[in-house]
């Protein structure tokens, strides 16, 4: 049976490094019942390979390291790689919401099963805030929220 992969972008980052280890440690504990019943496989996406942080990534089990950019991806790509579900840290620069929401694009039409995304504190994402990166955490939640994307599962985590 092939695996499964799920995605993380932000792999090396505060956030992201924490999901992976976590998922790591899930996917060698679960029994066969568990992530139903597939192999799994994490694909931890970084900047780059040889940094320290992704080093230490790679000697979990259950996870390969990609050097990629996570703006590049698209739909193509993610059924290549057989990615599943995905976790999404993005980053905070003003293209934030064009990156985003090209990337949460590509996630639908790949038929991804489900996508998590990172966002901010709450109290930042407004349509008004001054703090440009709350105002682009809340268009892409609101992407999410159209009928268009009724299909793509998802969860906002902060």
Known sequence: MPSLSILVVGAT???????????????????????????????????????????????????????????????????ETKISRVYLAPHNLPHQFNDESKFIVECKLAKINYLVKL??????????NPVYYGRAHWAAEHLLEQNEFKQLNWTITC
Not at 19 to 33: A, C, D, P
Not at 120 to 127: A, D, G, Q
Request: hydrophobic share 30%; net charge negative; proline share 3%.
């Open 13 to 79: 980052g505060n956030t992201g490094s924490s999901v992976v280890k976590h998922l790591s440690e899930l996917i060698s504990n679960s029994s066969s019942s568990s992530l139903d019943q597939q192999p799994w496989q994490i694909i931890a996406l970084t900047r780059d390979a040889n940094s320290t942080a992704s080093k230490q990534l790679s000697q979990l089990d259950h996870v390969e390291v990609k050097e990629k950019d996570w703006t590049t991806i698209d739909s193509t790509w993610l059924i």
């Open 119 to 128: 966002s901010t504190n709450i109290h930042y994402v407004t349509p008004d």
